[in-house]
Structures are given as C-alpha cells and as structure tokens.
C-alpha cells in the first residue's frame, strides 16, 4: 500500500491543472488544455438595439445531477436554482445532437478587455468557451474533457473555422451588465490513440450559438 501523504493525493491533481501553461491567457476560472493552435481574431459587431428574449429572462434552471453525477430530484423546493447567464446551445456531444449550454461569466482586465467564460458541466457535458475581446477585437478557444475511455483525458485540438459576437457597447467596468450573442465553430481533431479507438480519428465540427447575459466581474 502506498505511504503518500493523503494532503499530496488530493492536491496533486489539482497543483498539475495549475500549473498548465496557458498559451491563450485565460487569467481566471478555467484555462485551456496545451498544444492548441493560434486562433483567429475578428471585428465585434455591435448592436445597441439587440433583442433576444433571453436578455429579459429571469428563469432558474435547476440541475438534474449534482456534481458527482448523483440524481436529485426534480422539485425546486428541495434545492436552490441558480441564475442562468446563457442559453447557449452546442452540438460537442457524441452523436452530434444538441445540448443545452446554461453559464456565462465574465471579467473586466482592462478599459479595453474582457474575457468571457462560456461553459456547461454536467456527467454527458462539458463545454468550455473562452472569448477575449480586446480593441473592436476578439478571439475564442474552445475546449472539452473526455470522460471515455480514459477519464478526464484532455487530448485533442480545436481549431476555430468561423466566429461572430455581437455586444450591445462597446466599453464595460465591473458590475455592469454584459449582454450579447455568439456564432462560434471549430474542428476538433483527436489527438490521443487511445481516444482515437473510441471516438475515431476524423475530424469533427463542433459549434456553439446562442445569447448570453450576466455581470462583469
């Protein structure tokens, strides 16, 4: 039986995904897996009359799992919701169907940059988004984990192939609403054998699109 010291079990994994080196900068809340390629960047449109009836939505969604994959039941009273800050729908599920994509955060870096966080974790998915948006401009990077075989292997690449965002101003400072949309797809290109066996080794498209509306961190 091993001796490790039980404190170096637990914080092990967690130290290593700290320690990844971030070629894309994320500087909070989640950071992509190494080796993806350069992005491309694009011209923000905006909008200051952009509608969607998410924006006035006040709606709480309210999980069918906890974090451990255990079911919990389906009455609002048992539990609190949390706030929605997306409805964002995305098609990286095996088999090519669409999911639900719930949470969007975001933070001020500067008077001239914002990231945000695109995201969805639940046991089928796991979808992360980062948007930089800097000048006028902005760039995305697109992750998952895989849960099979080997469990969460980040192995692969995705590569952006067409994007647009749309924001309703262009300057923000903490505590101000952010609200927009997002048109976003890129190639995904498995990298590891082991997964290759799995999933196969073609390339596959994978997008993202909907409406986001939260506050600036």
Same mark, same amino acid.
């Given at each position: ?37 350069? %992005? ?57 169907? %669409?999911?639900? =994509? ?5 933070? =001020? ?44 292997? %980040? ?6 192939? %067409? ?23 890129? =190639? ?30």
């Amino acid at each position: 039986m091993s001796s490790r010291p039980l404190k170096w079990t637990v914080l092990g994994p967690l130290l290593a995904l700290l320690l990844i080196a971030d070629a894309f900068g994320a500087p909070w809340w989640d950071s992509p897996p190494q080796g993806q390629p350069t %992005q491309m960047w694009s011209k923000v449109d905006y909008d200051p009359k952009l509608t969607d009836p998410f924006f006035e939505s006040n709606k709480r969604s309210y999980p069918d799992h906890d974090a451990k994959g255990t079911p919990l039941e389906k009455r609002p009273k048992k539990r609190p919701g949390f706030k929605q800050t997306a409805k964002c729908f995305s098609n990286s599920f095996e088999g090519g169907g %669409q999911h639900l =994509v719930n949470s969007c955060e975001a933070k =001020v870096l500067d008077t001239n940059m914002v990231d945000l966080f695109i995201h969805e974790s639940n046991p089928a998915d796991h979808d992360r988004l980062m948007v930089r948006v800097r000048n006028g401009m902005f760039t995305c990077q697109f992750w998952t984990l895989f849960r099979r075989p080997a469990t969460m292997r %980040q192995a692969a690449t995705w590569t952006t192939k %067409q994007q647009k965002l749309t924001l309703t101003k262009k300057s923000y400072r903490k505590g101000d609403v952010i609200k927009g949309k997002i048109d976003f797809e890129c =190639v995904q290109q498995i990298t590891d054998p082991v997964l290759m066996e799995h999933y196969g080794r073609d390339p596959t498209t994978i997008k993202v699109h909907g409406a986001f509306n939260t506050i600036v961190q």
